[in-house]
């Protein structure tokens, strides 16, 4: 009879053990679970808040535009904003962006912006050698409404923003010069540059050709210009955006955010690339760069 009652006892005691580890591992369980859920509402929420923070500072003129199957033709994606949906007088500031480690697809071609007024007047990026627009291509947009009437101001943006013509009297080989008072005799400030194949809708002039801007000392004067040196074709058209000196604080200058001239150095070059290690977008994923 003993012998039966220890068996019994001993199987309880099991049971009893059996039952605390589960309910240990249960609770383990459960309260990870919880972290887990709550670091990623957490995350989520920096990031919506991050992404508000950024349409409310720049009145939703800045954004990252991505090529994708319902918005791309032949060589171009299209973009559907309402600040540029409707309006041939938008002028569009257009970088691509090519990550390491994301999935952003590289397009290394020369590219413009070109309003379609046949496509319920969408403004759209083109690869400017007509070559098929790659899906998952990701571009950088800053949008103004319209251009400057007069210097210093603009629809969205700070700074100055106009269309810029090459024409015979400001043509010179592979450049085009840029006559503003926001930059003549100044060569301290900051321009940046994108083709626009029809300000303002119609028929266009195609520049495929790489383009970067240069001041002349000899002439005082900004030019825009082919990188490879081929001729600048006589009404080429490009969106300026001009902030008229470099912030020294990286602090809200030109497009709301920091305004500065970048050097390519061994210590910040990787292959084809540079980095920029400013205090704005160093370790800042939501950061938006425009660059020329």
């Not at 005691?13 to 369980?29: C, D, E, H, K, S």
């Not at 199957?69 to 949906?85: A, C, G, M």
Request: charged share 20%; glycine share 10%.
């Amino acid at each position: 009879m003993q012998g039966a009652y220890a068996k019994i006892t001993a199987v309880l005691a099991v049971l009893i053990a059996v039952l605390a580890i589960n309910g240990y591992l249960a609770y383990r369980y459960y309260d990870r679970l919880d972290n887990d859920q709550a670091a990623s509402i957490s995350t989520t929420t920096s990031e919506t808040t991050a992404a508000q923070t950024l349409a409310e500072r720049t009145d939703g003129a800045v954004f990252v535009h991505r090529a994708a199957p319902q918005n791309i033709i032949d060589n171009s994606t299209y973009i559907d904003h309402p600040l540029t949906t409707g309006n041939p007088d938008a002028v569009l500031l257009v970088t691509q962006v090519r990550d390491p480690g994301s999935d952003a697809v590289d397009n290394a071609r020369p590219i413009g912006v070109w309003y379609d007024a046949n496509r319920g007047g969408e403004w759209a990026i083109f690869n400017q050698d007509l070559a098929p627009m790659p899906e998952g291509a990701t571009f950088n947009v800053v949008v103004s409404e319209e251009p400057s009437e007069a210097s210093g101001a603009a629809g969205g943006v700070d700074g100055s923003v106009f269309v810029h013509r090459a024409a015979p009297d400001n043509t010179v080989e592979g450049s085009t010069y840029v006559d503003h008072p926001l930059v003549d005799e100044d060569p301290d400030a900051v321009l940046s540059v994108t083709p626009n194949w029809n300000p303002g809708g119609g028929g266009g002039i195609y520049d495929n050709h790489p383009v970067g801007v240069r001041y002349d000392a000899d002439r005082t004067e900004w030019a825009i210009f082919n990188q490879d040196l081929a001729p600048m074709p006589e009404g080429a058209a490009f969106n300026v955006l001009v902030s008229e000196e470099p912030s020294e604080d990286f602090g809200a200058v030109g497009v709301e955010g920091a305004v500065f001239a970048h050097r390519a150095a061994p210590g910040k070059t990787v292959e084809g690339s540079t980095r920029r290690a400013r205090i704005r977008t160093a370790g800042t994923t939501t950061a938006v760069c425009c660059s020329t």
